[in-house]
């Protein structure tokens, strides 16, 4: 089956850095999109990507969309202790019925004030 | 106006047991996935239904089943539990049709199972 691979794993950084995190896949996607996940809670929507090199920004979030269509980035500018948590990309695949999303492993992202 | 609800929020049952989870999907959507969330893992994909018909299904054994109510909520079975189904399962909603483009996939806060 299709799978994503997300880097870096986990990431510590000080608050006030940049960060930037990627998927890639073997297979083209659709659609890509980015969720934060916080501890007891589900994944919520940060950005939604549907172009191939599609850049699009959410405050201080900006994600892009792959021109080959098997890879996206987030970068989070100037980070803030509420950052905290683990990013997950997904990638949609539209069927001839459904679609469905394939998650990557999760980025862990600790900031340290 | 009230996100994705699950039921029940945590649940403990043992070996071999059939469990119930119930979702209520965000009003107006009337697409509801299923996802699995297994501790350090991304989600899974289980179950798609829209409009009360299956429209996917995801690499899990039958004893997996779904079905969505006249009223778009939905419920995921799941019989002769085992150790491994011990996750969190997640269900998510969307407005527009399972192949529209633009789809965006809002998601509960899941049902925590734990199987003993």
């Known amino acids: 089956g299709q799978q994503l691979n997300q880097s870096p794993q986990s990431m510590f950084i000080q608050e006030g850095e940049d960060v930037s995190m990627n998927c890639t896949s073997s297979s083209i996607f659709n659609t890509w999109l980015w969720y934060k996940q916080e501890p007891g809670e589900g994944p919520v929507l940060l950005i939604a990507?549907?172009?191939?090199?599609e850049l699009t920004s959410n405050g201080r979030l900006t994600a892009q969309f792959g021109i080959t269509r098997k890879d996206s980035f987030l970068n989070i500018s100037a980070s803030i202790p509420s950052d905290v948590g683990i990013y997950f990309c997904?990638?949609?695949?539209?069927?001839?019925?459904?679609?469905?999303?394939?998650f990557g492993e999760g980025t862990q992202l600790t900031v340290n004030p | 106006d009230a996100g994705v609800t699950q039921s029940p929020t945590h649940l403990i049952k043992t070996r071999g047991q059939h469990v119930t989870l119930r979702c209520s999907p965000i009003?107006?959507?009337?697409?509801v996935s299923w996802y699995q969330q297994v501790l350090g893992q991304g989600p899974q994909f289980i179950f798609q239904y829209y409009e009360k018909e299956e429209r996917g299904r995801g690499n899990f054994p039958d004893r997996f089943s779904a079905r969505q109510f006249p009223n778009y909520s939905s419920e995921l079975n799941v019989n002769a539990l085992l150790l491994g189904d011990s996750a969190l399962y997640l269900c998510a909603s969307s407005y527009r049709q399972p192949f529209a483009t633009n789809e965006k996939l809002f998601f509960g806060s899941g049902t925590q199972l734990s199987v003993l």
């Open positions: 990507l549907y172009k191939a090199g």
């Open positions: 009003s107006g959507h009337k697409s």
């Open positions: 997904a990638g949609q695949l539209r069927e001839t019925s459904g679609s469905r999303l394939t």
